[in-house]
């Protein structure tokens, strides 16, 4: 892994950056690697290829009643209309 240093960068760009990468969770480092990778042409920009973590804290906040609950309601929504498949 090479380590390199950027001098120069106006302060406003940092103060974004640093917001973005709280925004998205991540460090300053990572989210400038990732920038950097993507500006290169080695990382793709595809939609399909993003993490998308912004439910992350809600991940086993639910009780086993509150599984069952959305299970009962949402039931419907797995069921295929035939009509629609024409």
Do not use: H
Request: aromatic share 6%; charged share 30%.
């Amino acid at each position: 892994m090479t380590v390199i240093s950027i001098r120069g960068i106006d302060e406003k760009a940092i103060l974004r950056l640093k917001k973005q990468a709280q925004q998205e969770g991540s460090s300053l480092n990572s989210l400038v690697v990732r920038l950097l990778e993507t500006v290169a042409g080695v990382r793709s920009t595809d939609k399909g290829s993003q993490r998308f973590d912004d439910l992350d804290a809600l991940q086993g906040t639910w009780s086993v009643q509150d599984a069952r609950d959305f299970e009962s309601v949402t039931g419907d929504f797995a069921q295929v209309d035939p009509a629609l498949w024409k």
